[in-house]
């Protein structure tokens, strides 16, 4: 087994090797060149026959490499991605503030989201897989020309991975019971959330860009222009999101949000404002991408 970091920032890291003295461990610059890049840098000096992505808050558990490497070994045309949660101390301190409901309560339980269909116990085929924990022949990897680096941001280059996997034929697999914990202590400010929401959203429209079948989904046709061929609750939606995307109106929700946080208003209150806020930011940031992709 070896370790390889790809550094994309700009933090010295060179103690990583006295850390992992003893180790085959090797740390790679690659400074602000990206998600796929870093993954892509990676696997070009990975020297084994299979590569396991980790990205750098992920803490893996007892047994997690083992159970990566067997069930690689038993499923070799796939791409097997880990079950995470969140670490019991992070959920503790941010159960003490609203935001910090709000997104334990949509967004943590994400397995909820999937179309699990059963291989065997604890192994489940999905349609999708991101690369925050996942395993993969290197055959495979190459057979997929590796991840699109046309992505100028993180959040879709794994999904759009995954898809071009799916459609040439390899099981993408969900193992429930292969633990590790998402460390992501610094995502549960509002701001910093509503940013990555505006930015993965950005690469949903060069996702369909790159797979125009991607306009048959929800977020795609709920999202782009109004039109008069769009049914009344899809008109509706796009007409709210128009409004609650006008910088004035942002800005004044999100003030009214942070006044109402430190008041103790009722969270399902405030829960409808960050809903506001997501819906507009995330429009409004479509609708900038939409315009510079497809209408240049």
């Given amino acids: 087994m070896e370790v ?8 010295d890291i060179s103690f990583l090797l006295d850390l992992f003295a003893g180790c085959p461990l090797r740390v790679i610059k690659n400074r602000g060149r990206g998600a796929a890049s870093a993954r892509n840098t990676g696997a070009s000096h990975a020297q084994g026959e299979m590569l ?10 007892e047994g997690y490499f083992q159970r990566h490497m067997s069930v690689c070994e038993k499923y070799p045309n796939s791409i097997s991605v880990a079950n995470c949660l969140y670490p019991e101390e992070l959920i503790a301190k941010v159960s003490h503030q609203p935001f910090g409901r709000y997104r334990l309560k949509y967004e943590y339980d994400w397995k909820k989201r999937l179309d699990l269909k059963g291989l065997e116990d604890g192994l489940y085929a999905i349609d999708s897989v991101a690369s925050f ?6 055959s495979t990897y190459l057979d997929l020309g590796g991840y699109n680096e046309s992505f100028p941001y993180a959040g879709c280059e794994d999904a759009e991975f995954a898809y071009r996997a799916r459609k040439k034929g390899y099981t993408l ?17 509002l701001s910093s959330w509503l940013r990555r929401q505006a ?21 795609w046709y709920t999202n782009t222009p109004l039109s008069r061929k769009d049914p009344i609750p899809v008109m509706l939606l ?9 910088h004035i109106v942002l800005i004044s ?5 942070h006044v109402l946080e430190n008041i103790n208003i ?8 960050y809903n506001a806020l997501w819906l507009g930011y995330t429009y409004r940031s479509f609708q900038e991408t939409y315009h510079e992709v497809f209408k240049k």
């Avoid at 396991?52 to 558990?61: A, H, Y």
């Avoid at 690469?203 to 306009?215: F, S, Y």
């Avoid at 009722?266 to 409808?272: K, N, Y």
């Fill in 52 to 61: 396991l992505f980790q990205d750098d808050d992920i803490l893996p558990t």
């Fill in 133 to 138: 924990s996942c395993i993969m022949h290197k």
């Fill in 173 to 189: 697999i969900f193992d429930e019971k292969n633990i590790c914990y998402h460390n992501e202590m610094d995502r549960f400010d």
């Fill in 199 to 219: 930015t993965g959203i950005k690469t949903a429209v060069i996702m369909c860009k790159l797979h125009p079948e991607g306009m048959n989904h929800p977020t």
């Fill in 238 to 246: 796009k007409i709210k999101k128009f409004i609650l995307s006008r």
């Fill in 266 to 273: 009722p969270d399902g209150i405030l829960f409808r404002l």
């Fill in 253 to 257: 929700i999100f003030r009214i949000t």
């Fill in 4 to 11: 390889i970091v790809v550094n994309d920032g700009t933090q």
